[in-house]
């Protein structure tokens, strides 16, 4: 009987292995089918792949303060003009639009970014849209991209506190509410994040250095 139970028993452990191991497979074909919304289409807007960019290295050195708040306009014009970030066409709203935009959205936008919105439109750049309204690209739509993102990307706890402002094939930058005062500029990788600046003004200027 003792020999009978053994044999029972080992006959219910492969049983279970093969079970896991065939749960394991499916997962491995299925996944890369199941890319997020998101990911799809920032995929489909440009041919180029860019293994990094001047953003995601940069930012990752060691966090340099600065001491000044500099002019977020002045340091974004600067930076079109280095050709480091290009408007999108026809991208400027006007205050009408821009106040249709922030009342659809889940949380307050910065005013230095609803002045780049006014004076500039959405941009391009460092291999991400820093996006505003539009109807024909889907990452340069701050609408879509929260939506989209509050879906695929985050948590229930992570979309109380995050909007998205920018995002490229693989990461998304967000103003945290996280704490009180100002919201700080996020990088987003999945659901992990990465405090880049204390503002949108301080983050602009790091661009510029």
Do not use: W
């Amino acid at each position: 009987m003792a020999k009978q139970r053994q044999k029972q028993l080992k006959n219910k452990l492969k049983n279970l292995q093969r079970a896991t191991q065939e749960r394991q497979r499916r997962l491995i074909k299925t996944t890369p089918q199941n890319e997020n919304a998101l990911a799809q289409n920032l995929a489909l807007l440009s041919d180029e792949q860019p293994q990094s960019s001047a953003l995601e290295t940069a930012l990752d050195i060691e966090k340099v303060p600065i001491t000044k708040q500099p002019d977020v306009l002045a340091d974004l014009r600067q930076l079109i003009a280095e050709q480091k970030l290009t408007p999108l066409p026809a991208s400027r709203l006007t205050p009408a639009q821009l106040t249709a935009l922030t009342a659809a959205l889940p949380l307050p936008l910065p005013r230095g970014y609803q002045q780049m919105l006014r004076e500039l439109g959405a941009l391009q750049g460092f291999g991400y849209f820093f996006a505003g309204c539009s109807q024909t690209n889907v990452a340069a739509d701050l609408v879509y991209l929260n939506q989209a993102a509050r879906h695929d990307l985050l948590t229930a706890s992570q979309a109380k506190q995050l909007l998205i402002f920018a995002a490229s094939e693989q990461r998304y930058l967000a103003f945290s509410y996280a704490q009180a005062g100002a919201p700080r500029v996020v990088r987003g990788d999945g659901q992990q994040q990465t405090d880049l600046a204390a503002n949108f003004a301080t983050f602009v200027a790091r661009l510029s250095e």
